[in-house]
């Protein structure tokens, strides 16, 4: 598949799933480079703001299969990969899979489970693999996680290992629907007169991974390689940063900013497809100094202001 195709078919993918998800397209957007990129999203917002139906309708609009797993602190690492129940007919033990072998995974309140069942979807996530009972099973590609957590809320919750949050390509949040926007999602409403908005499916699974592939195409020039680096090395020289991005994080800003780049059109990466993914790729991967609390420093803030200092290269074409 072309770059042009990828862009087209993603633009088709954004305006289908822009009739469930109103006003929200930078978002959305943010949603689908962690697609293309095969990357995990975490999304972390408010309740309330589309966060599941963003999730269901990529699904719907991709014809993923799709699993959703309602964390709660009672939940065990078999009610996530699933577990070997006794077959009479057969008299022997047959594995029951669990909602994790799919290819959408909403993880909906990640930080509620404990951290034995967070730790079963690690593996998952980094490995593409399930291993339960002794035995390792192969999860069919693709295979991607979107999460959510509610910032505001920490009773009964476990908060995510760093060493978790490092294997999400891509953290971002929703934010609340402008006034207009707000007006049209009451009008959408009344207009179909149910709850439920059926999207239509524009893509398929095959064609999803030629997206995903499409992207290798994609030209990082030295210079702008260069520039990725050091965005993220200068995460682990800022004075407001007790931990910087590891080389992970330079790994996202790449896959994040190729796809970036397809979305636009375009076959080769320039720095404002960079500066556009760095925060997103990067904030959750810094720790902050604890002392920061009081000033309400957040990791983004570092990111931008990382991105001031860095020097940007001229833009290249191959």
């Known amino acids: 598949m072309k770059v042009a195709e990828v862009a087209e078919r993603s633009g088709r993918l954004l305006d289908e799933v822009g009739r469930a998800v109103v006003g929200k397209r930078d978002a959305l957007e943010l949603v689908l480079l962690g697609l293309l990129a095969d990357g995990h999203v975490l999304i972390e917002d408010f309740p309330g703001l589309a966060k599941t139906l963003m999730a269901r309708s990529f699904a719907q609009a991709t014809g993923l299969g799709f699993g959703r797993i309602q964390f709660t602190p009672d939940l065990m690492p078999s009610d996530v990969t699933g577990s070997s129940i006794y077959n009479q007919r057969s008299a022997d033990f047959e594995f029951r899979p669990g909602p994790i072998f799919t290819n959408l995974l909403l993880a909906d309140e990640i930080n509620r489970a404990p951290p034995k069942t967070q730790a079963a979807l690690l593996e ?8 339960s009972e002794g035995l390792t099973r192969r999860l069919e590609r693709p295979f991607l996680v979107l999460a ?3 910032p505001i809320e920490h009773e009964g919750t476990y ?4 060493a978790q949050l490092d294997r999400f390509l891509l953290r971002i949040s929703v934010g609340y629907p402008s006034r207009d926007h707000e007006l049209g999602i009451l009008q959408q409403r009344r207009d179909r007169r149910e709850d439920e908005v059926i999207l239509d499916q524009v893509v398929d699974t095959a064609e999803l ?5 499409a992207l290798e195409d994609v030209y990082v020039a030295e210079s702008v390689g260069y520039y990725i680096v050091d965005v993220v090395r200068a995460t682990r020289d800022a004075a407001s940063v007790q931990v910087g991005a590891s080389p992970r994080g330079t790994l996202a800003i790449l896959k994040l900013a190729r796809a970036r780049a397809a979305l636009d059109g375009r076959d080769f990466v320039v720095p404002d497809d960079v500066k556009a993914v760095a925060a997103p790729a ?4 810094l720790s902050l100094r604890p002392e920061l609390w ?3 420093v ?3 803030d570092v990111v931008a202001e990382r991105l001031e200092t860095v020097p940007t290269p001229p833009a290249e074409e191959r």
């Open 124 to 131: 998952a996530m980094q490995e593409h693999q399930v291993t």
């Open 148 to 150: 959510t957590q509610n």
């Open 159 to 162: 908060p995510l290992p760093e």
């Open 209 to 213: 991974r030629a997206m995903q592939q």
């Open 282 to 285: 990067l904030a959750h991967r």
């Open 294 to 296: 009081v000033q309400q």
């Open 298 to 300: 957040r990791a983004e």
